[in-house]
């Protein structure tokens, strides 16, 4: 698979998301703990708890979804995609203890 191959995901309103290769390599050099989570980041944006959009860039979104992990126990599993009128791509993903700031965009009911 090279750098330029994609997988696409797609968010809980239908829009497509593009995952690079480069950007799933970038994914487990950065964060090891999410080798066994990569294939929940479709889960996570088609199914999110929450969505919100980030403070420092308006067209950047944070999906966030809840999960229990074997070995840094109940995390926020973080999708970040940068969306513009024709293009939506995953630019990282991670865990985290806490919500980041910004206008909520879609919460799970």
């Not at 950007?23 to 999110?48: F, I, M």
Request: aromatic share 10%; hydrophobic share 40%; with cysteine.
């Amino acid at each position: 698979m090279t750098s330029l191959e994609v997988e696409w995901l797609e968010d809980w309103s239908g829009k497509p998301i593009r995952l690079t290769t480069e950007r799933k390599s970038h994914l487990l050099d950065a964060h090891p703990e999410l080798v066994d989570y990569v294939a929940n980041l479709q889960e996570v944006v088609g199914t999110p708890d929450l969505v919100r959009q980030s403070v420092t860039d308006p067209q950047t979104r944070l999906y966030y979804r809840e999960y229990e992990t074997k070995v840094i126990g109940t995390k926020w599993l973080c999708v970040v995609v940068k969306i513009s009128n024709d293009d939506a791509f995953v630019i990282t993903a991670y865990f985290k203890d806490a919500l980041k700031k910004g206008a909520e965009l879609w919460t799970k009911s």
